[in-house]
């Protein structure tokens, strides 16, 4: 392998469409000529149209994959799709932090597909604050920002991590993303590219953002050229299942 490539790893599920999931954050990690490891948290039966079904790897093999993999390289960004559970979540962090303490960790909150189908249930919140300030940036859009902070307010940031508030769904400024820092409030504006709706471009521009993280972009730039990099990639095609390029 290249020394000059930093290392990152998707733990997320395997979407057999190639649209989403681990084949998505791949695909992803080589246009940023980032070396990319991917360990499978679910096998799902799916298309970009449709979500069928979903069978969960065992956490233990998730554990020991990790473990494994940061015995033999040193990774420096981590970015994590769905996931079963809030403890899952919790045990595979702080596996991760257990191996590599200066690890940045990149969390999309996949809760639903977009066909409704349920992936995990937020049912403690206290839980979730502790988890989540563990984490260096949530990727959430609009649908699961209300689940995951159900009173949270636009202008300031209330969250115990760094969120970036996904703008697809934003009925009020379309494609306009909300960055949440520590010290102030962003807004990325989109631009005047011809966007399209895309399956799983959720999972491509949180990858995109891990990736830039591994080059020590700062999060405001890595989010910043990830929308420049999601929006190429909305824009490839007219259908669902888009192409991934520079």
């Not at 649209?19 to 990690?29: E, Q, R, S, V």
């Not at 079904?53 to 554990?63: A, R």
């Amino acid at each position: 392998m290249s020394k000059d490539r930093p290392f990152v790893l998707t733990i997320a599920g395997l979407d057999p469409s190639g649209g989403a999931g681990i084949l998505a954050d791949i695909k992803t990690f080589e246009q940023h000529k980032i070396t990319g490891f991917a360990i499978s948290t679910a096998n799902t039966i799916q298309t970009e149209n449709q979500f069928y079904e979903i069978q969960w790897t065992d956490l233990s093999f998730v554990l020991r994959s990790i473990e494994t993999l940061f015995l033999n390289y040193k990774i420096s960004v981590v970015k994590i799709g769905i996931v079963s559970s809030l403890y899952d979540l919790d045990r595979i962090i702080s596996t991760i932090k257990e191996f590599s303490s200066t690890t940045k960790i990149v969390w999309d909150p996949v809760l639903k597909s977009t066909t409704k189908f349920d992936f995990m249930d937020i049912k403690n919140h206290l839980d979730l604050t502790k988890i989540l300030s563990k984490i260096d940036l949530i990727t959430p859009n609009y649908p699961e920002m209300k689940i995951l902070f159900p009173d949270f307010i636009l202008t300031e940031n209330q969250f115990p991590t760094n969120v970036l508030l996904k703008g697809g769904h934003n009925e009020k400024a379309l494609g306009t993303d909300r960055l949440f820092l520590k010290n102030e409030v962003l807004e990325l504006l989109p631009s005047n590219k011809n966007c399209s709706e895309k399956h799983g471009s959720g999972c491509v521009l949180s990858s995109a953002i891990a990736s830039n993280l591994a080059f020590n972009q700062m999060i405001k730039e890595a989010c910043q050229n990830a929308k420049i990099y999601i929006e190429n990639y909305l824009s490839s095609t007219p259908t669902l299942i888009g192409y991934h390029y520079v």
